[in-house]
């Protein structure tokens, strides 16, 4: 038998270029809906707890940070449920849920680590969070996350230095230029382009 070689049409060629574009909407929204969802998860968070503190008596304002426990969950449980709708994976989606797994993993190291001093728990986290976030823009080629990984290293030493009273702001104003104006400039991109 001989083997013998399809040459694909022009037309085919379009079409799996095509394909593998759409392919890479799907995956830039989903990356869109992760950092709306954190975003919003963790800015209503950090001011629920800043006001808690600021204005009431609550001697324990720090437990509404124990909803970022259901939120991983369901940012787990939307990330397995459209990769399994995806056909195919691509390296750079692999290295991707990657980082963000990492830095999952390095989060509940730290917060187990300062168990005893969360107080002073704000500017390793935004440290932390700088990380996945500047590299993902990398990877999805995506200047204004690449921009919110800096705003968050940029915020820690703010946070480090500005001292009880202003550093729990140093949360959500990191989390708006890191996560939020990203996610929604990524969102209004993948829907600009399916018009």
């Given at each position: 038998?001989e083997?013998?070689?399809?040459?694909?049409?022009?037309?085919?060629?379009?079409?799996?270029?095509?394909?593998?574009?759409?392919?890479?909407?799907?995956?830039?929204n989903?990356?869109?809906?992760?950092?709306?969802?954190?975003?919003?998860?963790?800015?209503?968070?950090?001011?629920?707890?800043?006001?808690?503190?600021k204005?009431?008596g609550?001697?324990?304002?720090?437990?509404?940070?124990f909803?970022?426990?259901?939120?991983?969950?369901?940012s787990?449980?939307?990330?397995?449920?459209?990769?399994?709708?995806?056909?195919?994976?691509?390296?750079a989606?692999?290295?991707y849920m990657?980082?963000?797994?990492?830095?999952?993993?390095a989060?509940?190291?730290?917060f187990?680590?300062?168990a005893k001093?969360?107080?002073?728990?704000?500017?390793?986290?935004?440290?932390?969070?700088?990380?996945?976030?500047?590299?993902s823009?990398?990877?999805?080629?995506?200047?204004?996350?690449?921009?919110?990984?800096?705003?968050?290293?940029?915020?820690a030493?703010?946070?480090?230095?500005?001292g009880?009273s202003?550093?729990?702001?140093?949360?959500?104003i990191?989390?708006?230029?890191?996560?939020?104006?990203?996610g929604?400039?990524?969102?209004?991109?993948?829907?600009h382009?399916?018009?």
């Amino acid at each position: 038998m001989e083997n013998e070689e399809k040459m694909m049409t022009g037309e085919e060629s379009l079409k799996i270029i095509t394909e593998m574009i759409n392919r890479t909407k799907v995956n830039i929204n989903q990356g869109s809906f992760h950092l709306l969802f954190w975003g919003w998860l963790l800015t209503v968070c950090s001011l629920s707890a800043w006001l808690l503190a600021k204005y009431t008596g609550y001697s324990h304002p720090y437990f509404v940070w124990f909803l970022v426990i259901p939120g991983s969950f369901v940012s787990m449980i939307y990330g397995f449920v459209n990769g399994r709708k995806a056909k195919v994976h691509t390296y750079a989606e692999m290295l991707y849920m990657w980082t963000w797994i990492g830095f999952l993993f390095a989060a509940i190291v730290l917060f187990i680590v300062q168990a005893k001093s969360m107080q002073t728990v704000t500017p390793y986290i935004l440290l932390l969070a700088g990380f996945p976030t500047f590299l993902s823009g990398f990877i999805i080629k995506f200047k204004p996350l690449i921009i919110g990984g800096i705003c968050f290293w940029i915020m820690a030493l703010l946070v480090n230095f500005a001292g009880p009273s202003l550093a729990p702001l140093g949360t959500p104003i990191a989390v708006l230029i890191g996560y939020l104006i990203p996610g929604y400039m990524l969102k209004t991109r993948v829907n600009h382009d399916t018009i």
